[in-house]
C-alpha cells in the first residue's frame, strides 16, 4: 500500500507529539518503560494518527494544522490533569469520576495548579513547538483527491492495526491477565502504566458506554464451606446455606448465580479467643481524619498518647487509599467491599442494601446506631449512605447546630454536640467522622495555628506545615479528652469500645517528612505512606500490641468478632485477622500479606514464595474486585437480605 508523502507527514505531524506527550506521562508517573508497553503505545498512537489524518484529509491545511493542535493541546492538558490528580489526591482519575474529581479540587483550583511540580510542565512543550510551526508555515496542499482510495486505506490499516493491538495485550510473561484486567476496567494506573496515555483515554471513553465485564474465577475449594470445629465448647457461627442454595439453584440472574456460587464456596471462619471480647459494650467508631502516627506525640497529644498504649493497638494497619479517598476508607470500613476505581462509590450506591454492613449487625443485635459528621453533605451523599448501612439517624454540621469557623470544624464540639444524641441509649453504636485534621497545612486556618505556641516551645525546629498538622491534632486530642470526660460523667466509660482508624494519610506532605516525623520510621517502604494507627481502646482490657498485616478491609469483620455479633464471614473481602491472615488490597492491585508485597506494575514479589502462590494470591485479589462490583452493580444483597442475619447455632466438643 502506497502512502503519500503528505499523509505521512501529517501522522507524524501528529504522532511524534502523541510519543513526546507519552513519554514525559510516563516516566512522570512510572519512572520505567517495558518494551511491551513500548509497542503498546506506538502501535496505538499510530493508530490514533491515522485516524486523525484521514477524518480531516479534506479539510485545508489552513484549518487542518489548527486541529491538529488542539487535539495535542488537548492530549497535553490531559496528561497534566493525570499526573497532579496523582499528586494532589493520590490516585488517578477517569471520565466517570471527574464531576466527583472535580467537585473535590474546585475551591482549590488554584491551589490545583501551583501545586504541580514542574516537570509536569513538560507536557506542554509539543503544543507550544506546534503553535510556533503552525504560526511560521502558511499554506499545505490537501492529502489527496480519491476519497474511497483513503477510506480503503484507512480500513486496511485500522483493522490491521487493531488486530495488532489486540496481540499486544497479551505480550509480557504477567502473573496476572492484562487483557483481563483491560475488559474489567478495573485497575486505572495499571492500565495507565501498560498501555499508556492515549490507549486509556479510549478505554476510559467507552467505558462509559459499554458496562465493563467482572468474571469471577471460583478456585477449588477441598475444605468444607462450613467446618464444625472439633473439641470446643465456646458457641461458633454457623450459616445453614439450604436457603441460600436453593435460590442459587432457582435464581435465572446469572450474575446473581455467580455471586451466589462464589461466595457460598468461600471458606468460613470459626470463632477464637478473641471472639465476644466486647459483647454488649458500646461501640464508638471513630474515622480520624488524616491521622498518622505524627499525630500521637506525648507532649502534645497525651490523651492520643495514652490510648495508644493502653489499647489492643495494631502497628502493622494499613489504609489503602482509593478514587475518594475519605468516603470511600468510610464505606470500606463499613462494608468490607472494593469500592470502583472509575467513580466515586458512595455517591453511586446509595440506594442499595447493605445488611452486612457492620452498623447493620448491630442494629440487629439491638443496638441504637448513629452518625455524626460535623460538615455538610459537599462531597459525599452521607444521609442516604448511612440510612442503607442501617444507621437510624445522620447528624451532619447543621442538624448537629455548629457554627462554621475559618478551616474545617473543631473535633471538640463535635464530640460535645454528638454525645447527646447516642450516651443515653444503651447499648449504642455510633460512627463518627473527624474533620480537625483536615489539609492543607501550608496556609492558615483556626486550628491550623491554633497551638503553634506550645508546639513552638516543643518542638521549634519543625516545618510550619508539620506544626500546622500538629496543631489540628492537637484539637482532636481535645476532643478524645472530652469524649472519655462525657462517657465517665454517663457511666458508661467502662462499657464502651472507643475505636480510631484513618481515612488517609496526610495529603501534601511529603513522604520526607512523614517519616521525619513519625513514631513509626519505617516509612519508605512500598505504601509505607499507607501505614495507619488502629486502635481498639477500652479502660478495662490489657493493653497489648499485634503486628498483624491487616487494612481498613479486615475492620468490620474483626470488629464483628470481637462483639460477638451474628455474621457470615464470606460476605466480607477482609477477614477476622484473628482466624486468618489477611491480605491487603490496594487501587492498583497491589497486595501484601505476612509472605511479602507485590507490585503489580512491575509484575514483581519480594519476598520468597513460588510463582504458582503469587498467581493464586494475585487471583484472589482480583476476584475481591470483581465480585465487589457485581455485588455493588446488581444490589446483591437486596435478593439475599438474609445472609446478614445468620443462624447461630451451638456445637459442643466431643
Known amino acids: 500500500m502506497k502512502i503519500k508523502k503528505p499523509i505521512l507527514t501529517d501522522i507524524l505531524y501528529l504522532l511524534i507529539p502523541f510519543l513526546y506527550i507519552e513519554s514525559v506521562f510516563h516516566f512522570n508517573a512510572f519512572g520505567f518503560f517495558d518494551i511491551y508497553t513500548i509497542i ?35 492530549m497535553a492538558i490531559y496528561g497534566f490533569v493525570e499526573l497532579e490528580f496523582k499528586n494532589f489526591l493520590d490516585n488517578y482519575y477517569s471520565l466517570s469520576a471527574v464531576s466527583d474529581g472535580a467537585g473535590r479540587i474546585k475551591e482549590y483550583v488554584i491551589y490545583f495548579i501551583m501545586d504541580a511540580k514542574p516537570q509536569f510542565y513538560l507536557t506542554f512543550i509539543a503544543p507550544i513547538i506546534m503553535l510556533v510551526i503552525n504560526i511560521r508555515i502558511i499554506d499545505h496542499s490537501t492529502l489527496g483527491s480519491n476519497t474511497f482510495l483513503n477510506t480503503v486505506n484507512l480500513i486496511f490499516v485500522s483493522l490491521l492495526i487493531t488486530l495488532t493491538l489486540d496481540v499486544s495485550l497479551g505480550l509480557g510473561n504477567y502473573l496476572f491477565s492484562l487483557r483481563d484486567t483491560y475488559k474489567n476496567f478495573n485497575n486505572t494506573e495499571l492500565l495507565l502504566n501498560k498501555i499508556g496515555l492515549n490507549h486509556f483515554l479510549y478505554r476510559d471513553i467507552t467505558a462509559l458506554f459499554i458496562e465493563s465485564e467482572n468474571e469471577i474465577i471460583i478456585k477449588e475449594n477441598p475444605e468444607p464451606t462450613n467446618p464444625i470445629p472439633t473439641n470446643v465448647s465456646e458457641p461458633v457461627f454457623i450459616v445453614d446455606d439450604e436457603r ?30 478473641m471472639t465476644g471480647i466486647f459483647k454488649d459494650y458500646n461501640l464508638i467508631y471513630i474515622l480520624v481524619e488524616s491521622f498518622d502516627y505524627m499525630a500521637i506525640d506525648e507532649m502534645l497529644t497525651p490523651t492520643l498518647y495514652m490510648m495508644m498504649n493502653n489499647s489492643l493497638f495494631f502497628d502493622n494497619h494499613y489504609t489503602p487509599k482509593f478514587s475518594c479517598t475519605t468516603g470511600e476508607s468510610e464505606f470500606i470500613a463499613m462494608t468490607s467491599l472494593v469500592p470502583f476505581n472509575d467513580v466515586c462509590t458512595p455517591n453511586y450506591v446509595t440506594n442499595n442494601a447493605y445488611p452486612q454492613a457492620l452498623s447493620n449487625l448491630f442494629k440487629n443485635a439491638g443496638y441504637h446506631t448513629t452518625s455524626f459528621h460535623n460538615w455538610y ?33 473543631s473535633d471538640e464540639t463535635l464530640i460535645e454536640k454528638a454525645s447527646e444524641y447516642f450516651m443515653n441509649e444503651e447499648p449504642f453504636f455510633s460512627l463518627i467522622i473527624s474533620s480537625s485534621m483536615h489539609w492543607p497545612y501550608d496556609s492558615n486556618s483556626n486550628l491550623g495555628d491554633k497551638y503553634l505556641n506550645i508546639i513552638n516551645e516543643v518542638h521549634p525546629d519543625y516545618p510550619i506545615e508539620i506544626k ?13 479528652e472530652k469524649l472519655i470526660e462525657l462517657l465517665k460523667e454517663k457511666d458508661v466509660y467502662e462499657n464502651t469500645v472507643i475505636t480510631l482508624f484513618s481515612d488517609h494519610h496526610p495529603f501534601k506532605l511529603s513522604i520526607s517528612s512523614i517519616q521525619e516525623h513519625s513514631l513509626l520510621r519505617d516509612r519508605y517502604s512500598e505504601h509505607g505512606e499507607d501505614l495507619t494507627p488502629f486502635i481498639i481502646y477500652n479502660p478495662t482490657i490489657k493493653p497489648h500490641v499485634y503486628s498483624n498485616i491487616m487494612s481498613t478491609f479486615d475492620q468490620t469483620p474483626t470488629l464483628a468478632n470481637f462483639f460477638g455479633l451474628n455474621y457470615d464471614s464470606r460476605l466480607y473481602i477482609g477477614t477476622d485477622i484473628f482466624s486468618n491472615e489477611a491480605t491487603v488490597i490496594f487501587p492498583n492491585s497491589d497486595w501484601i500479606n505476612e509472605e511479602g508485597i507485590f507490585i503489580s506494575s512491575k509484575n514483581q514479589f519480594t519476598g ?19 465480585v465487589s462490583y457485581l455485588i455493588m452493580n446488581n444490589d446483591y444483597f437486596k435478593n439475599r437480605m438474609y445472609l446478614a442475619d445468620p443462624i447461630y447455632k451451638e456445637y459442643a466438643g466431643e
Request: proline share 0%.
Open 468 to 480: 500546622r498538622y500538629l496543631s489540628k491534632s492537637m484539637e482532636f486530642d481535645k476532643a478524645m
Open 377 to 409: 453533605d459537599q462531597y459525599y451523599d452521607r444521609r442516604n449512605e448511612h440510612k442503607s448501612w442501617g444507621i437510624d439517624k445522620y447528624y451532619d454540621v447543621y442538624d448537629l447546630g455548629i457554627s462554621f469557623i475559618h478551616g474545617w470544624q
Open 608 to 626: 520468597n514464595m513460588e510463582d504458582d502462590y503469587i498467581s493464586s494470591i494475585s487471583l484472589d485479589v482480583q476476584n475481591a474486585f470483581n
Open 244 to 273: 441460600w442454595i436453593n435460590d442459587s439453584i432457582n435464581e435465572t440472574n446469572e450474575k446473581i448465580k455467580n455471586i451466589d456460587n462464589y461466595l457460598i464456596a468461600r471458606k468460613q471462619t470459626s470463632d477464637n479467643d
Open 40 to 74: 503498546r503505545i506506538i502501535l496505538f498512537n499510530t493508530l490514533v494518527s491515522i485516524i486523525i489524518v484521514f477524518i480531516f484529509s479534506k479539510i485545508s491545511f489552513k484549518y487542518r494544522k489548527w486541529i491538529y493542535f488542539s487535539i495535542v493541546l488537548l
